[in-house]
């Protein structure tokens, strides 16, 4: 067998590859009144189902971020009840993330070599939003505010000896 020289050596060889996809489906939730019509002094009484929650999952992220599901399907339960709305009914959006990396080791000694690796968190730079606000009292009711991290990538070496 032929040596593969320096260039097959130190450039083409030693190379590793890493990777973990993650994929959930959206995490389920309900909706509060935000309210305590139940008169319990709990606070956490559910809306009053009035419609049809759904709406079309075609639309586009925009529209989908401010309102993920359909705010006037639900109302105020009547005083003295707990509001019938099932408990996590509703699902938020679903998760996919993928972890990648690249290491290429070079040996410089018998008992020394360097590691060179290349990370990148959230590759596809995927965007993954949290749940949204499922309170009726919140002006912010049936938005979603919050995201999980954009792309991340990062360079490091290391010296083993």
Do not use: C
């Amino acid at each position: 067998m032929k040596s593969l020289g320096f260039v097959g050596k130190n450039i083409i060889s030693g190379w590793q590859t890493n990777g973990i996809l993650t994929v959930q489906s959206g995490q389920p939730y309900s909706v509060v009144a935000g309210v305590d019509n139940s008169l319990t002094g709990i606070g956490l009484d559910r809306a009053q189902i009035v419609g049809n929650p759904s709406l079309p999952s075609s639309r586009p992220t925009g529209q989908k971020v401010s309102e993920w599901f359909n705010t006037s399907a639900f109302a105020f339960s009547p005083l003295g009840t707990y509001g019938d709305s099932p408990h996590d009914f509703l699902a938020g959006p679903s998760f996919a993330d993928f972890d990648f990396s690249l290491v290429k080791s070079i040996q410089i000694r018998e008992s020394q070599h360097l590691d060179f690796r290349a990370e990148s968190f959230n590759l596809f730079n995927n965007p993954n939003f949290g749940d949204p606000v499922a309170n009726l009292s919140s002006s912010s009711n049936g938005q979603v505010q919050t995201a999980g991290s954009p792309r991340i990538i990062q360079f490091a070496l290391k010296y083993y000896f």
